[in-house]
């Protein structure tokens, strides 16, 4: 069971927007903004979408964003495309000696 | 351009060593810290460790006592060792720079499946 909770689907239409929740506690989501997101399609590495909650990478589309509200954090992908179908997960610092925990992923389907 | 790519035997016998290294090119060993994270077929993704240069480590309490990451700046790479391995450690195992301020893995290696079997 992962430290973090996300829901294991979500879908879309091409151009529509959806938002992946990631749930924690106080000691990791709730307590510091170092959540970020990764974007993992099938076969390949994880790839950094987001970090410190709403920050992105050089080179990341503006399509997508992230926040934060109590323990949630939340991805949301904007004018959805065909090439946004892929695994996300989330992940926190946390207090505990864990320090680094992931959420469960969520699959994207584009419909 | 930062790239991190791992090596290492794809097929470890139970009971013994899983022993991984990841080279660095276009970033130096010497900054941030480098890390450990690893995938079971069709699963999530698990934090293994990571290192700092100077030889600092952090491991998950879940694989604490197996696992040993070491540094070599000469070599601008650094080692994976987890001890004991069962059929559960079977897993795409990726190296990864985190930032030193910072708790996100912004470069990822391509990852490299361990099979433990005998």
């Known amino acids: 069971q992962s430290a973090l909770t996300q829901p294991a689907s979500v879908s879309g239409s091409p151009g529509q927007s959806i938002t992946i929740s990631c749930t924690g506690t106080?000691?990791?989501?709730?307590?510091?903004?170092?959540v970020s997101w990764y974007q993992q399609h099938p076969g390949k590495a994880p790839k950094l979408m987001i970090y410190d909650v709403s920050n992105r990478p050089s080179g990341v589309s503006n399509r997508f964003s992230g926040s934060k509200s109590g323990n949630t954090a939340s991805l949301t992908i904007s004018g959805l495309q065909a090439g946004d179908e892929a695994d996300y997960y989330c992940?926190?610092?946390?207090?505990?000696?864990?320090?680094?925990?992931f959420g469960g992923g969520t699959k994207l389907t584009v419909l | 351009q930062v790239q991190l790519q791992e090596s290492g035997p794809g097929l470890v016998k139970p009971s013994e060593t899983l022993s991984l290294t990841c080279t660095v090119s276009?970033?130096?060993?010497?900054?941030?810290?480098w890390g450990w994270i690893r995938q079971p077929p069709g699963k999530g993704l698990e934090w293994i460790g990571y290192?700092?240069?100077?030889?600092?480590?952090n491991y998950n309490p879940s694989l604490k006592s197996r696992v040993t990451i070491s540094v070599d700046t000469s070599k601008n790479e650094f080692s994976l060792n987890l001890t004991s391995v069962t059929a559960a450690d079977t897993a795409v195992h990726y190296c990864?720079?985190?930032?030193?301020?910072?708790?996100?893995?912004?470069?990822w290696g391509q990852g490299t499946l361990v099979t433990v079997s005998s």
């Open positions: 290192i700092y240069h100077s030889g600092s480590t």
């Open positions: 990864a720079r985190r930032d030193s301020w910072d708790y996100y893995f912004d470069y």
């Open positions: 992940s926190s610092y946390t207090s505990s000696s864990t320090l680094v925990v």
């Open positions: 106080s000691s990791d989501v709730g307590g510091y903004n170092y």
């Open positions: 276009g970033d130096s060993i010497r900054s941030n810290y």
